[in-house]
């Protein structure tokens, strides 16, 4: 299995575009994970889906955050307009339904905004 | 949420057996223990889980308290790449299934 994939690896953008994030989950994985990482805050927790459904968002920052999972082998992160603060390394991570799986990790997709 | 508390940093020698602490003392009972790391540039990866008995794999062993308010993980022979940030996390099999939060995790340094 090729693992969880990210795209795209790297994005430098300008404060105001949109940026898109994409992530497509191990195949069979029911739940999927989004995360933040920086060095001020650590790993933060945005949103996860369970089969499709977005069950817990609260770690969304702001309404200019939102994520989509259209279907079982596909989810976006959008961010709409980004700022400088949004310059983060962002992780997607899948697993089995339920808790006693593991959490399988992408390689992370590192944002810029300028 | 429950919330995991470990030390910031860790020290340990080459070839050393290293024991690395967490404290979970709000647990529930359908929460599950798991233990990753984070290599510098990679993303998170999966050491090991449990639930109350002690677990061994290929890469460490878990040892769980009693009372599942704290757990170790350990690491029987550190290796150079074993250095790597540590996390503690976990996941809930109750109302919040499967959400699972980070800490600030234990940066462990290995020395030659």
């Known amino acids: 299995d090729a693992g969880v994939i990210q795209s795209p690896r790297h994005e430098v953008t300008e404060m105001g575009q949109e940026v898109t994030l994409r992530c497509k989950p191990i195949s069979g994985h029911n739940s999927l994970f989004w995360y933040r990482q920086t060095m001020m805050r650590g790993l933060e927790l945005l949103i996860y889906?369970?089969?499709?459904?977005?069950?817990?968002d609260s770690g969304m920052p702001e309404d200019r955050f939102s994520a989509k999972m259209p279907n079982a082998s596909f989810s976006t992160l959008k961010i709409q307009p980004s700022e400088p603060r949004d310059s983060a390394v962002y992780f997607c991570?899948?697993?089995?339904?339920?808790?006693?799986?593991?959490?399988?990790f992408g390689e992370g997709s590192r944002l810029t905004v300028l | 949420d429950a919330k995991t508390t470990q030390p910031n940093s860790m020290e340990s020698n080459e070839e050393e057996p290293v024991h690395l602490p967490c404290n979970h003392s709000?647990?529930?009972?359908?929460?599950?223990i798991h233990w990753y790391r984070q290599l510098p540039s990679q993303g998170p990866e999966y050491v090991i889980h449990?639930?109350?008995s002690n677990v061994n794999n290929r890469m460490a062993s878990l040892a769980i308290a009693e009372d599942r308010k704290s757990s170790t993980l350990i690491l029987h022979r550190a290796t150079l790449r074993d250095a790597a940030v540590y996390y503690c996390?976990?996941?809930?099999?109750?109302?919040?299934?499967?959400?699972?939060?980070f800490g600030d995790g234990t940066t462990l340094t290995v020395k030659p």
């Open positions: 449990g639930l109350t």
């Open positions: 889906f369970n089969n499709n459904v977005p069950i817990d």
């Open positions: 996390i976990l996941r809930d099999e109750g109302t919040n299934a499967g959400k699972s939060t």
């Open positions: 709000t647990i529930s009972g359908t929460d599950y």
């Open positions: 991570a899948s697993s089995r339904a339920g808790v006693t799986g593991e959490l399988f």
